[in-house]
């Protein structure tokens, strides 16, 4: 009977993150432009946490952006109109400065499809608030996702890379 105990409590603990205890960090925007016209938007921002160096093991991470109202950024949960960007360090004077190269999307949930925004199909968007929400997430075999504080970034800014006024 002990053994049958044991191998139950093993199995329900293996199916549970650990909880990680890194500090949340927080990221300050500092500027964007877009790539040769190609839709592809980086954004430029500083940190006060190494959030490329939180774990040794990952299978994703990235900046994630909300472009509506929706602030759920967990991986389970859709987000109809966002932006997802890989994020690597800038040289540079600043420590802690990043690029996240974000690529902006709508799609339907379930569906499968999606379309990239750029241009005329992402200013409508811009257009209908001031900023935009954007998280550092990085996600583990081991533990829970990591997610930095929420990071604003201008719409006023993208709407100039997007116009390229």
Known sequence: ?????????ILMSAGCSLNHGKPEATLEYLSVEELRNTGLYQIYFSSDVDVLQLFKSRIGQGLVCALEDDLDFTEAHHIKRSGFGLVEPVAGDLPLRYRANVIFRESESGKGGENYLDGETLVPLLKRCDFISCVFRVQTTTYKTYFSKVMRVPTSELLKAATKQ
């Not at 009977?1 to 409590?9: N, P, Q, S, Y």
């Open 1 to 9: 009977m002990r053994k049958v105990l044991l191998c139950l409590f």
